[in-house]
Nanobody
């Protein structure tokens, strides 16, 4: 599975952006993706979980600081996951990475860690100025 992220940019605080992540590869692999998610990494910081969505049931998970502002969604027909980011803050500035997992069983807990995912996109920069 290859992941291509897009949609980053430079905005003022309070603005919105929508990130997209398109998955490509063999049909069997694409149909086997169980979870897709977003992580971010700010300069000098560790990579951190942002949001994820399960294929079956569509359950979503969010990091606490983005709850109520970010929305993750998925278009299964397009093999694409989106991250709608509203009310952006300067602390949201980071490189955002999308990720996917073919693993058949993933607990809720592990979804918040990078260990759950086996494919990663190249990252897209989001810069929020005050």
């Amino acid at each position: 599975v290859q992941l291509q992220a897009s949609g980053g940019g430079s905005v003022q605080a309070g603005a919105s952006l929508r990130l997209s992540c398109a998955a490509s590869g063999r049909a069997y692999s694409l149909n086997s993706i169980n979870v897709m998610g977003w992580f971010r990494q700010a300069p000098g910081s560790e990579r951190e979980f942002v949001a994820s969505i399960r294929r079956n049931g569509g359950r979503v998970y969010y990091e606490n600081s983005v709850k109520g502002r970010f929305t993750i969604s998925r278009d299964a027909a397009k093999n694409t996951v989106y991250l709608q980011m509203n009310t952006l803050k300067p602390e949201d500035t980071a490189v955002y990475y999308c990720a996917s997992s073919l693993r058949t069983y993933l607990s809720d807990t592990i979804l918040y860690t990078g260990r759950a995912y086996d494919s990663w996109g190249q990252g897209t920069q989001v810069t929020v100025s005050s």
